[in-house]
């Protein structure tokens, strides 16, 4: 039909002519129909081969469709993705990150849940997620959990006098106005503790449940805040960070269900999550 001879179609289709002609007969055959009529010695479809084409058409298509969407999905360049994420992770840097994923895997859904933590942690029977980022990672039934550390760090607002120092201590902290996440937050009796050790005041003026408050607290009243580099992407952006001693650890977890397998787009993202995290941790994470 496309090629208008039969000589024509061998050499497209690169064998014979006469094989041609018998699967032109052999098709015939099984639809019950002829599809050519031969006039002039050329060959002349049929009013049924010029319906049949049609519909031919629509199916090679639908086959060349799937077998792109096929390659797409082994390449792990399309498919759907179910991300459930603590606020902290999830307002900048996870959203960067997909726009980052996204720029060269288009056909790729995602559906990013912001969730606190205990919230993903209740959830995780439930699997309604391909991977999911929590606080206070811990060991749970059915669910592979990575545990990724970063190490804190102290802010400062612009021109603090404490900036002149290199690394901050307690002592020379002591009584300075303090912002601090709420008291069930992991770095909270870390920091607590190292005051309490070097006998200096942790002069805690507020507390709040999202860090985004804590950064904002220490740019408008010229306190002081102990940051991890999850929670500060993109808070600290004017402020002055400086070392902390002793080191106050941060640890978040990467979960995966283990009975539900990892398409191709989830690895890959996973493997993206990981390099980027990667870059801040204090240990460098692997499965």
Known sequence: MTAGTMTRAAEILRISQPAVSNTIATLEHRLGFKLFLRKSGRLQPTPEALIFYDEAQRVLEAVGRASDAAQ????????????????????KFLPRLISQFQAERPDVKIRLLSRSSHV??????SQLFDIAIAEKPAEFAGVSAEKVSFTCQ???PPGHPLAVHDTLTPELLDGVPFAALFRDHMTTFQIARAFSDAGARWNVVLEAQYFASVAEFVKSSGGAAIVDPVNGDGFTEGCILRPFSPTILYQIGLLVPQDKPLSKAGSAFLSLLHSELQKDSSEKPSL
Do not use: K, N, W, Y
């Open 72 to 91: 797409r999905l082994r390449r792990g360049a399309a498919g759907h993705l179910t991300i459930s994420a603590f606020p902290g992770i999830s307002i």
């Open 120 to 125: 993903v942690i209740d959830q995780l029977p």
């Open 154 to 156: 102290c802010l400062l």
